[in-house]
């Protein structure tokens, strides 16, 4: 079983930024495929940005330009940069990780949520 962990999530003014951390437990982070999604009240779950075991990076339309995705394999941890934020990126944001399992099907495991609020 692989833990995942959120943190950073705060209130955050328009145009502000923030900065969001996951980190996971066990010697695999290397193998995983890693992604924050997001979920504001009464909408659908959806990708913000997604991390290949091998680097490979995808951003949802919505926050294209704005944030950045990395990971840190020394520090089993991946980070999403928010920058020039606005009231709509208001949500909960949870963390991912995809473990490769034999047959090629995947096994995710999610993160508990850090809540992101952008207003005055």
């Known amino acids: 079983q692989v833990q995942v962990v959120e943190s950073g999530g705060d209130l955050v003014q328009p145009g502000g930024s923030l900065g969001l951390a996951c980190t996971t437990s066990?010697?695999?982070?290397?193998?995983?495929?890693m992604a924050w999604h997001r979920q504001a009240p009464g909408k659908q779950r959806e990708l913000v940005a997604s991390?290949?075991?091998?680097?490979?990076?995808r951003y949802g339309d919505s926050v294209k330009g704005r944030f950045t995705i990395s990971r840190d394999n020394s520090k089993n941890m991946v980070s999403l940069q928010l920058d020039s934020l606005r009231p709509e990126d208001t949500a909960v944001y949870y963390c991912?990780?995809?473990?490769?399992?034999?047959?090629?099907?995947?096994?995710?495991?999610w993160g508990q949520g850090t809540q992101v609020t952008v207003s005055s």
């Open positions: 991912n990780a995809d473990l490769p399992l034999n047959g090629g099907v995947f096994e995710r495991y």
């Open positions: 066990g010697s695999i982070f290397t193998m995983l495929h």
């Open positions: 991390i290949t075991s091998d680097g490979m990076i």
